[in-house]
């Protein structure tokens, strides 16, 4: 039976940053992946730019290291007010790979944990299962960094109650062959709000970034475009709901949509893969309307094409996994500090609703810290949660769930397990 320091179950955001970090400081580290690359939601999901926040440099050790790394591959820009976040998302499976190689952390692709081993409080190994192997793994500790917190069911730990209506997914795409040159003149133009819409030539590339929803908080120079796609049948009025296009480092030509917000006649249960596998087959008619709209009324889209559809739902929240400190919307409202915060952050509460003009971006007063108690299981004395599925109320896990802020909360268990090993 293989024996480690730290076994990461998740190797999404949270948890290449905890692998990371743990190997580099000398444990010995696994990550357990059930796809064939690293990076969850920046690479399966397409999720880019990485939301930008004032982290105050506290356990952003990894972050840097991620786009150094990227930056050897061209694969990262610093674009928007000096938000350094912007993905390539196939050059960071490359680079994510890369990482990992260098600081020593081990990782098993294309595997799931489906059984542990635990008495009243404690885990002592896992079961791991895919295609071609079945191993049995001991730990000293363990990361649950699964987003929908699989491992923590598995292990019948606690689950917060969820009072609220789900927040809607998203699958994201991309479209190529856009003559950007064109669509740019004529996007700066059409929209004259540069709180939306802007545009900058990076190394020689042009990037842009756009964005129109049906709710009216403002007035979204796109909007008239959508009201006629609706008129003319091309679109629905759901698919208009959410609308937000920019473009990707290193893919010239090529736009990432944040889009098609995925409703249905009831929220979808992010959990139940019948729900979910209805949300995926509307998202994928929605991807192909808002392709062909596109392609009918943005100049440069004439001979664009559909070049990517992400292969993993992007998921606001599911599961919270209980901690020895539930971390609440008054905690982050209030900035309280803590002497070791895990993260620090300013990014607002982002609760996005299926229904018209009921989303909610309540940003705060003051920046807010994280403290180390929601990353620890409730339940077992050597487990810890880190990224969406974190020990938090609804409210401040819409705020949490941001890349930066699930980068530093992998760190922060990588530390920690780090200091009790001595």
């Not at 480092?249 to 098609?260: F, R």
Request: proline content about 3%; aromatic content about 10%; some cysteine.
């Amino acid at each position: 039976m293989q024996k480690y320091d730290l076994v990461i179950c998740g190797g999404g955001t949270a948890g290449v940053a905890a692998g990371y970090i743990a190997a580099k400081s000398g444990l010995k580290t696994l990550i357990v992946e059930k796809n064939i690359h690293l990076g969850g939601s920046i690479t399966s999901a397409l999720v880019m730019p990485a939301m930008k926040s004032n982290t105050k440099d506290i356990n952003c050790e990894f972050y840097k290291a991620f786009i150094d790394e990227l930056s050897l591959y061209n694969g990262q820009i610093t674009y928007c007010d000096g938000n350094t976040g912007w993905f390539n998302p196939e050059l960071a499976k490359i680079a994510l790979d890369s990482l990992l190689e260098k600081v020593g952390c081990e990782v098993i692709y294309d595997a799931e944990v489906i059984n542990a081993k635990c008495d009243k409080n404690h885990v002592h190994s896992i079961e791991i299962c895919s295609k071609t192997l079945s191993l049995h793994i001991e730990s000293l500790y363990f990361l649950d960094a699964t987003g929908d917190g699989n491992f923590s069911a598995i292990l019948k730990n606690e689950i917060l109650e969820n009072f609220e209506h789900r927040q809607p997914m998203t699958l994201r795409f991309h479209i190529s062959g856009i003559d950007l040159k064109k669509f740019s003149d004529w996007l700066l133009d059409f929209d004259k709000d540069r709180n939306v819409t802007t545009c900058d030539v990076i190394n020689g590339e042009i990037h842009l970034s756009t964005a129109c929803t049906w709710d009216k908080d403002r007035k979204w120079a796109l909007w008239p475009l959508f009201e006629q796609g609706i008129k003319d049948g091309i679109i629905n009025e759901a698919d208009a709901s959410y609308f937000q296009l920019f473009t990707i480092p290193a893919m010239p030509g090529t736009v990432s949509l944040n889009c098609p917000r995925i409703i249905l006649d009831k929220d979808i249960d992010p959990l139940d893969a019948v729900s979910v596998s209805r949300g995926i087959i509307t998202a994928r008619k929605q991807i192909w309307r808002l392709y062909c709209f596109m392609k009918a009324y943005f100049p440069g889209f004439e001979a664009s094409y559909i070049s990517n559809i992400a292969d993993m739902l992007g998921i606001r929240e599911s599961r919270r996994i209980k901690g020895k400190a539930v971390y609440t919307k008054e905690d982050l409202l209030s900035g309280k500090t803590y002497e070791n915060p895990v993260l620090h952050a300013d990014y607002p509460i982002d609760i996005h609703s299926y229904k018209k003009d009921s989303s909610t971006l309540q940003h705060t007063t003051v920046d807010y810290e994280v403290p180390v108690d929601i990353l620890k299981s409730a339940n077992y004395d050597n487990l810890f949660i880190a990224g969406r599925c974190v020990s938090t109320d609804f409210s401040a896990q819409a705020a949490l769930r941001i890349q930066t802020s699930c980068f530093s909360m992998g760190e922060a268990v990588a530390r920690e397990v780090k200091k009790l090993l001595g």
